[in-house]
């Protein structure tokens, strides 16, 4: 049974860093590529980051550009993403996916699995 399981959300002033962590169990880890997804309330959920299998490529939104790095540890099955000069608008749910493929990493219809997510609040 595949398990992605997040952890290091909070509450967080602006201006602030968060490190998310996504630890993942019962697939081949080092095989998928992982994102990072948010969804704030009412609004559709919204590509973040991604990194690929081997942590070569990342890819990121406009909005986490600059503030943001995703990566990950192949040897721990964990992925990461820091989060740097957080802001009112970043508050959301971030999930972390997996990916078979590389393509569409920036769409949720790429991914194959998906964690629960962790709640991430910036306060002004």
């Known amino acids: 049974q595949v398990q992605l399981v997040e952890s290091g959300g909070g509450l967080v002033q602006a201006g602030g860093s968060l490190r998310l962590s996504c630890a993942a169990s019962?697939?081949?880890?080092?095989?998928?590529?992982m994102g990072w997804f948010r969804q704030a309330p009412g609004k559709e959920r919204e590509f973040v980051a991604a990194i690929t299998w081997s942590g070569g490529t990342t890819f990121y939104a406009d909005s986490a550009k600059g503030r943001f790095t995703i990566s990950r540890d192949n040897a721990k099955n964990t992925v990461y993403l820091q989060m740097n000069s957080l802001k009112p608008e970043d508050t959301a749910v971030y999930y972390c996916?997996?990916?078979?493929?590389?393509?569409?990493?920036?769409?949720?219809?790429?991914?194959?699995?998906w964690g629960q997510g962790t709640q991430v609040t910036v306060s002004s």
């Open positions: 019962g697939l081949s880890f080092s095989s998928y590529a």
């Open positions: 996916a997996a990916a078979r493929r590389d393509s569409y990493l920036a769409a949720t219809r790429g991914y194959d699995y």
